[in-house]
């Protein structure tokens, strides 16, 4: 197997970027440079604390990590997970000092990117500045589609979304079946997530597994049909932007994706 074509089905900063601007053999080989400077983490271990003046950039490389404020009266809300292949803090060299936490939710290795390697790459590559802006501007893109659900979906219909959103985001680097991926969050996590009770979360996990929409077992998610999970909450995909979408060949996880509507 050529071993850029290897690279490509291993690395998940790689694999995901290549839903958005076109990168060549060269980029990919830079980007994947990013991965040496990794260390493990711990759940529940602060990433990026609140206040911090960032030396460097955050690469989840693997494992799960969330970014969460806290309220004055000590409240958590979650918003935002953290999947293999997103950037925690890009924006951190020009925002400065972050505004919110970021922390490991499962054991993660993370990238620790100097800000001069970055700043190299940006300002002499416009094709990976155009990369790295592309997946920023998809978070912020999550990040309104998670605000339309807090304000406009049911409970129910916000856990169904959020489920595929998580099936179709670990798809994409490799990480996910075809109905099923990983699912660390626990029902309070879930429910800082999405503005409810914990309760309130366990009853509507149970009334979807009764309709027969998800299957829960051993911290993986199974949907049966995700078409149909899809219509119930109406799961529309093009939030995410893939301006290429991954054939079987190039994705490496046996998954063939259509248009952004028909995935």
Same mark, same amino acid.
């Given at each position: 197997?050529?071993?850029?074509?290897? %690279?490509? *089905?291993? &690395?998940?900063?790689? /694999?995901?970027? #290549?839903?958005?601007?076109? /990168?060549? $053999?060269?980029? #990919?080989?830079?980007?994947?440079?990013?991965?040496?400077? &990794?260390? &493990? /983490? +711990?759940?529940?271990?602060?990433?990026? *604390?609140?206040?911090?003046?960032?030396?460097?950039?955050?690469?989840?490389? +693997?494992?799960?990590?969330? #970014?969460?404020? /806290?309220?004055?009266?000590?409240? *958590? @809300?979650?918003?935002?997970? %953290?999947?293999?292949?997103?950037? =925690?803090?890009? @924006?951190?060299?020009?925002?400065?000092?972050?505004?919110?936490?970021? $922390?490991? %939710?499962? $054991? =993660?290795?993370?990238?620790?990117?100097? @800000? +001069?390697?970055?700043?190299?790459?940006?300002? *002499?590559?416009? #094709?990976?500045?155009?990369?790295?802006?592309?997946?920023?501007?998809?978070? +912020?893109s999550i990040l309104r589609e998670w605000l339309a659900s807090m304000g406009q979906r049911s409970a129910d219909k916000r856990i169904a979304h959020l489920f595929c959103e998580l099936l179709l985001r670990q798809q994409l680097v490799g990480a996910a079946g075809e109905h099923d991926c990983p699912l660390p969050l626990t029902q309070p996590m879930l429910a800082d997530i999405l503005g409810i009770t914990t309760i309130h979360v366990s009853r509507i996990l149970r009334d979807l597994r009764l309709a027969g929409l998800i299957q829960l077992k051993d911290r993986r998610l199974n949907i049966p049909d995700v078409g149909r999970l899809r219509t119930f909450c109406d799961f529309d995909p093009s939030y995410l932007h893939l301006i290429r979408t991954p054939d079987h060949e190039a994705g490496g996880n046996g998954l063939r994706i259509g248009s952004q509507r028909e995935i």
């Open positions: 197997m050529d071993a850029t074509v290897a %690279l490509s *089905r291993s &690395n998940p900063l790689i /694999l995901r970027l #290549r839903h958005g601007p076109d /990168l060549d $053999a060269g980029d #990919r080989a830079l980007l994947a440079d990013f991965s040496k400077f &990794n260390r &493990n /983490l +711990e759940p529940q271990q602060d990433i990026v *604390r609140a206040g911090d003046v960032a030396a460097g950039v955050h690469l989840i490389l +693997e494992g799960f990590a969330f #970014r969460y404020k /806290l309220i004055d009266d000590g409240q *958590r @809300q979650i918003i935002g997970l %953290l999947l293999p292949g997103d950037f =925690c803090d890009l @924006q951190s060299v020009v925002l400065g000092p972050s505004d919110h936490y970021i $922390a490991a %939710l499962t $054991a =993660c290795t993370v990238a620790d990117i100097p @800000q +001069e390697r970055i700043d190299s790459l940006v300002f *002499r590559d416009s #094709r990976l500045a155009r990369a790295l802006w592309w997946a920023t501007l998809v978070d +912020e």
